[in-house]
């Protein structure tokens, strides 16, 4: 019996091995790329000029992986994707791909070795990705960029930002810099007879009148100064805006020429006090350290709230939806605009603005798929075309009669949801934005103006993280633990379940788990970088 | 048919001593043959585990390398144990251990009873119409979104104008900050478990109640045991084997806390007693883009997941009970 | 059926038991009605009212949208496919196994329990399974979303124990009849496990239909997503990650309505939680009378 055992074992063992290696082999990247819609073609000249006619070489196949954000898309054969088609030359097939599950397809992709055309990069700084591109995954686009009409004119800061060891192994897709702000309620702040803060003292009695003074005027004493969520990522940052005001850096500032953590600047701890006497006074929702970020703008339109600090443009949201509200109970007064934006007050420092990363996410080109650098010419040069301020309307809204009509020349959308969202809705996926949004717009309200013009003269006042474009082997390793800890410290220490020395504490914690070696990191590769010139 | 003389099959181990080596295996080929429907039957699911769970098992290995998805599986380098060094090496380890052992057992000593109450309770229902209207209704949670059930939770305990707030405050005066408070968050997510789970959970039991049959309680009631006797002797030893055999599986899990759920009702004030090793795996997953170490960190749970699980069954089969072999 | 003679104590447990119930029942199904109530509801109430089983504003614009293309209905009905067939895949796999093993003279049986444990807990991850998938040309069709998960270890272990829990005196009284092993398990053995059959393929199928990952995975074509990936991608537009780079692109995104949310959810769940009933007869009391004299 034990020899027949052993007998089957042995079978099993060996029929398993067999096919698992079988298997292993397969998983291996092998570049051999069956892709077929690499079509390559020696003779055209592929610089991008804007006029070139189609027709004089073959429409280039390729293939792009987006993220879907809807459960419509648009098709390959829909109306806006051919017309691009003709406009580009080109022969597209559209990968999409949920968003919720983006990464991991994103990292299946590269193990599967089969990747289309044109790959959206959701993550500069991921690991999977970074291991990819400096193995050589991807063309090193640093010095193509030149050659081509709109992407020569890419933002300087921004593609520093975007690089892997210092080259650019994609195109970003641009967003706007300035973006973060302050958003308040507009009729609130009439009400209580105050003009919009210049100071942080302003900010704060602002935030203690509409706690007080009963601004939405129902007679009961049910509304505070500001809203605030757990999150501290990049939208949902109302601390991370607030900081800069009191003269904290932006995650890194410079002190000697090195490079300092933000929260070891007396600044910070400045900053925090103040959001700590905020919480302790009531002016800011009890709950923050709770709340569902996914509802964190019903208070300002549920009247409970009247400031929101987060990306500028959500005052044209937040408007529209308490207008939405107020012509439920048949209040509305639809030439009024409820929601203000402003850029931030000032501290002793001037005026600070938060900046973004000025992209999300790049496109990148594998070089299993395109392997020729006539290819690669050609591919860059319809990433170049799509800047052209018709392909960006193209894309955006669609065919002009159909899915918008124009009003002068504001675009007019139509009211068919389902249409727009299985013809165009995603397409803007592809855009790279570079320099700008040049393409028509919705009518613009007087809002969505101002926030246009804020977020562009907020430019001059953001203060850049020095360290955005370092990848740092510490924080892959240990990031978020270090950051949880400085949030968990902070966080506890403004509801008042430490005081400053826990807080403290907690930050000498920070330094021995790993920030100490992230601190020393970074201020190599800053060194590095600055001596590069 | 021909009527057979040896021993029917079911009634027992055979015995496979056999005087001769020769005799002993043409009994054995014998036997195959006889029983060649048995294999048959065995061969798809077989193939299935081969193909679908044993080929994939290479996958195992990742965890002693610095798998990157481009370099694909032979090119990733070799760590050796460095994931595990640093998963036990990590200074939060005995809080995550911790903190996921009491919120899987709060889960054994609170959660599993439940269904097989409720499904007893359900038992003792004459009215056919009203036991099928609740069933159907209690099996509704199990398939409400996770999201959701966050969501809502926090209507009802935050102390921002949540309603249960609201109540105590009116009757004594404060608040709890359920949401926040370290304290609390076990509670909360076993009450969360039950509401959503137990419903589902019946099922089994109430498939395993369904088999009992009838003519025993009949027998009973004619030897004059009331209903509590009814219980104690008919019914609760009818689902006492799928009882045990779910403990024992349920051991193979005690590592896991089911990710979603935590991850909803972590944050920063109650993260003490709330991150557990799955919520941390996906924390270090999104930095690393680490599929190394959760796989690392999977093969130590799976490791104590199997000795828990043949314990555990050694453990019921030596109160005579059958086990899941 | 069941002649209990009535005791005060009796009647007073029954009466409480159905109180007790009911208040369960209740509180079981109020979220989902608020769910419900939502999806017919319209944006702005759902931003005011925390929490409400009937609407003040009553619009269906929400399932207008829906089935306004036929993207959801087309998921809808690749759910179902997939649900049907994979059950049935299911069941086919996990009974016959089950009901080998339960025969504890099989030859390797331990060898083979040891096999299926061992599997249950160690496994190798998403990257080898899809590997596999892919040798095996699976990738993009519904054999991919079917065949990887077609035996759950978990039921597989509890149906051969149900099996092996079956009177032996039945296979030996149908034996000396003359009836072959596969006879046996058809006309004998299979009629009497009826609720343990109706259990498992409700699991099974209630597997299914919540399946979203193995389509994201497997499924490239978007005309082949189940509902489940529609529902994940609405449901969850709010839930970004802290961090992530999606999370600029807010401004870029429109987001869906809550309403829809909600919609999406009634019609993700209502055609699973209709499965239920249609097996509840199977757990009725007494399936095994008479099947076994003395």
Known sequence: ?533 | ?325 | MNKTYRTFGGTVFDAANYIVLSAIGIAAVLPFLYVVAGSFASDAELTQRAFFIVPHSFSLMAYKYIFSTDTILHSLINSMYVTVVGTLVNLIFTVTMAYGLSKKNVAGRNMIMNLIIFSMLFGGGLIPTYLVVRELQLLDSYWALMLPGAISAFNLIIVKNFFQELPPELEEAAKIDGCSDLSLLWRIVLPLSMPVLATFTLFYAVGHWNNFFSALLYINDPEKWPLQVMLRQIVLLSQMAAGSADSVDYNYVQQAQQSIKMAVIVVGTLPILFVYPFLQKHFAKGVLIGSVKG
């Open chain 2, 1 to 325: 048919m021909k009527i057979r003389t040896e021993p029917s099959p079911g009634s027992g181990s055979v015995a496979a001593a056999a005087p001769t080596a020769s005799l002993g295996r043409t009994r054995r080929w014998a036997k195959l043959k006889k029983d060649k429907w048995i294999y048959l039957l065995l061969a798809p699911g077989l193939l299935y585990f081969l193909i679908f769970k044993y080929v994939p098992m290479w996958g195992i290995l990742l965890a002693f390398k610095d798998y990157q998805p481009f370099l694909g599986f032979w090119k990733s380098s070799w760590v050796g144990f460095e994931h595990f060094k640093v998963f036990f090496g990590n200074p939060e380890f005995v809080m995550l251990l911790r903190n996921t052992l009491i919120l899987s057992f709060y889960n054994l000593l609170f959660y599993f009873p439940v269904p097989i109450i409720l499904a007893l309770l359900l038992n003792e229902v004459r009215r056919a119409y009203f036991k099928r209207t609740i069933q159907t209704l209690i099996y509704v949670p199990h398939f409400i979104s996770m999201v959701i059930v966050a969501s809502l939770t926090y209507v009802f305990l935050t102390t921002q104008g949540g309603i249960v707030n609201g109540l105590l405050e009116k009757y004594t005066g404060s608040t709890i900050d359920f949401l926040a408070s370290p304290d609390w968050f076990r509670p909360m997510i076993i009450l969360q478990t039950i509401w959503k789970e137990s419903g589902f959970g019946t099922i089994i039991f109430l498939a395993a109640l369904a088999g009992v049959d009838v003519e025993q309680y009949e027998a009973a009631i004619m030897d004059g045991a009331n209903r509590w006797r009814q219980l104690w002797h008919i019914t609760l030893p009818s689902i006492r084997n799928t009882i045990v055999i779910l403990l024992i599986l349920r051991m193979g899990e005690v590592m896991d806390n089911g990710f979603e759920q935590i991850y909803l009702m972590l944050n920063p004030l109650n993260r003490e007693v709330a991150e557990v090793f799955d919520t941390y795996v996906y924390m270090m997953g999104i930095t690393q883009g680490a599929f190394s170490y959760s796989t690392a960190v999977g093969l130590f749970k799976a490791v104590i997941g199997v000795i828990l699980v043949l314990g555990s069954n050694w453990l019921a089969k030596r109160f005579g009970q059958t086990g899941i072999y």
């Open chain 1, 1 to 533: 019996m034990r020899q027949r055992k052993l007998k089957s074992w042995t079978i099993l063992a060996a029929s398993a091995v067999a096919l698992a290696s079988l298997a292993g082999c397969g998983g291996d990247n092998s570049n051999s790329n069956s892709n077929s819609e690499s079509a390559a073609s020696p003779k055209a000249s592929p610089s991008g000029s804007a006029g070139q006619q189609a027709g004089t070489e073959k429409p280039l196949d390729l293939s792009i992986m987006l993220p879907i954000f809807k459960t419509n898309y648009p098709k390959d054969d829909g109306p806006v994707t051919t017309e691009i088609e003709k406009r580009t030359n080109t022969n597209i097939h559209l990968e999409w791909v949920p968003n919720a599950s983006y990464a991991d397809k994103f990292n299946i992709t590269l193990a599967s070795g089969k990747l289309p055309t044109i790959i959206y990069v959701p993550d500069v700084k991921n690991p999977s990705f970074v291991n990819a591109a400096k193995n050589g995954a991807f063309w090193d686009l640093t010095g193509y960029l030149k050659d081509y009409e709109y992407l020569s004119q890419a933002n300087e800061v921004i593609l520093n930002n975007s690089t892997v060891e210092g080259k650019n192994y994609g195109i970003y897709r641009g967003r706007a810099l300035g973006r973060n702000g302050i958003n308040y309620r507009k009729d609130w702040l009439e009400a209580v007879g105050m003009q919009p803060p210049k100071t942080i003292d302003d900010f704060y009695n602002m935030l203690k009148a509409f706690k007080e003074k009963d601004p939405d005027k129902n007679g009961k004493d049910d509304t505070y100064g500001m809203v605030l969520v757990k999150w501290t990522g990049q939208w949902a940052s109302g601390f991370d805006t607030i900081k800069l005001w009191f003269g904290a850096p932006n995650k890194w500032g410079v002190a000697d020429g090195k490079l300092v953590p933000e929260h070891q600047t007396p600044e910070y701890l400045e900053a925090l006090k103040f959001m700590k006497k905020l919480y302790e006074e009531k002016l800011i929702n009890q709950d923050f350290a709770v709340f569902d970020s996914a509802k964190w703008n019903d208070p300002v339109v549920n009247n409970q709230a009247g400031v929101i600090v987060d990306v500028t443009d959500n005052a044209a949201r937040l408007d529209d939806k308490i207008h939405a509200a107020l012509a439920l109970e048949g209040k509305d007064n639809p030439d009024v605009h409820y929601v203000d934006n402003m850029i931030g007050v000032t501290g002793d420092h001037g005026l600070r603005a938060l900046p973004t990363s000025g992209f999300a996410g790049m496109l990148s080109i594998p070089k299993s798929t395109v392997k020729t650098e006539e290819e690669l010419k050609r591919v860059l040069s319809f990433i170049d075309r799509m800047n052209q301020p018709e392909l960006q309307t193209l894309a955006g809204y669609g065919i002009e009669g159909k899915h918008y009509t124009l009003d002068g020349s504001d675009i007019v959308p139509s009211k068919d949801a389902a249409l727009l969202e299985s013809e165009v809705e995603g397409l803007n996926q592809m855009l790279t934005f570079i320099p700008a949004d040049q393409g028509l717009k919705v009518k613009q309200t007087p809002l969505r103006l101002q926030t246009t013009k804020i977020q562009k003269e907020a430019e001059q006042y953001i203060v850049p993280n020095p360290a955005e474009p370092f990848i740092s082997t510490v924080y892959s390793q240990k990031g978020q633990q270090l950051d949880n800890i400085i949030n968990d410290a902070r966080i506890k220490f403004i509801v008042g379940q430490t005081d400053e020395a826990g807080l403290l504490s907690a930050f000498e914690t920070w330094k021995k788990s790993g920030g100490d070696d992230l601190t020393k990191e970074m201020n190599e590769l800053y060194a590095a970088a600055n001596n590069k010139g």
